[in-house]
């Protein structure tokens, strides 16, 4: 049965709202994934999408009713909005997830609210962090056999994560090949981690726990990022977690 959804989130951090607006728009790259828009009021954004705000650098909403590859929903919407704090030195968002879900609803729902946690949390270490720095992107999902309920913990013992380390900790974690990452766990909850390196965001997505296999993103901010090396890497990394 359709039902209607709203995901809402509010925050401040310590970015400018030209920061901001860089990041929502042509740098979203380095938190979310690359995504053109056409940078005008009634123009084009993703999956198929109509700008119906445009107001650098204060508002950005984009609507579709027939969201391209996306079978579940018939509606979608994001509205971002942005506010100066400490006389512009510091930014306000508004961040607002709305449309209507076509089936399964309570679990589209719950992983959709999730991932908007960890998807926001990851734009404010960009832009702390890797602001207006060009990045190369990779994403890939894992195995059929990380769909498993216990695939996530896995990839954190996978990781050299002890169970009790929480977010925050500076840590050693076992990459692939081999390296030992010195990185700071900046995201940890049973859905998902997060490290940052000195060039890196890696992220780790436990959609095991939504029926599908779990997942990586790497967000490469080195002057000699390779997209296809890193997937490379991380694949070959995941798929040796998960083997035999």
Known sequence: ???????????EVDATPEQMWDAITSGIGGWLW???FEPRQGGAGPFGSTLTNWDPPHRLTSRVEDVQGISQQTLNQIDETIEPR??????????VHSGIFVEDWDNQYDGASRHTDFYLH?????????AGRPVAFATFDGPEASMASDAFTAVGRALGLADGTEAGARVRAQGPEGQLLDAVLDFRN?????????????????????????GISVHDFAADADAKRDESAWRSWLDGVFAG
Not at 122 to 130: A, C, D, Q
Not at 190 to 214: C, K, M, S
């Open 34 to 36: 690359p995504m053109e």
């Open 122 to 130: 990851t734009l404010r270490e960009y832009v702390t962090h890797f």
């Open 190 to 214: 049973p859905y998902f981690i997060g490290l940052r390196t000195e060039d890196q965001l890696v992220r780790f997505f436990g959609r095991n726990h939504w029926g599908a296999p779990v």
């Open 1 to 11: 049965m359709p039902k209607e959804f709203e995901i809402a989130r509010e925050f």
């Open 86 to 95: 400490d006389d512009g030195r510091r930014s306000w968002m508004r961040y």
